[in-house]
């Protein structure tokens, strides 16, 4: 079982990647709605996997990204955003991030997104 935090400004979209998950191989540990809340609810709870949008107020995913993975390098975080231009992927892979799904996405696609994150995880388990 995989500890799960579901990081997006969309209501719609978190309560959409949780009713995904649900009955899969995770637990959604903590929701967080901007970069900030995020940092913060990772230093409580400590997911080993992250769901991250990088269009947020407050603090982007990009910024959250950095400051996450500065905290805990092994965590494995999937952006998930409909930005789609090849420079801000790259930057969220350079800055830590080890996959990238696109807004909109299937529930099959969103499965198969977090089922290459968690073999990535199992790898990273002490």
Do not use: W
């Not at 913060?40 to 990009?62: A, C, E, W, Y």
């Amino acid at each position: 079982m995989y500890s799960l935090m579901i990081v997006d400004d969309s209501n719609i979209i978190r309560n959409r990647i949780e009713r995904t998950v649900k009955g899969k191989e995770f637990e959604v540990v903590a929701t967080a709605f901007d970069g900030s809340d995020a940092v913060s609810k990772f230093k409580q709870h400590r997911p080993n996997v992250i769901t991250m949008d990088l269009t947020m107020p407050n603090m982007d995913g990009l910024e959250c990204i950095r400051e996450i993975n500065a905290i805990d390098p092994d965590v494995c975080i999937l952006v998930v955003s409909a930005l789609s231009d090849k420079l801000t992927g790259l930057l969220a892979l350079e800055y830590g991030a080890r996959g990238f799904l696109c807004k909109p996405f299937t529930d099959d696609q969103l499965n198969e997104a977090l089922e290459q994150i968690a073999a990535f995880a199992k790898g990273k388990k002490k």
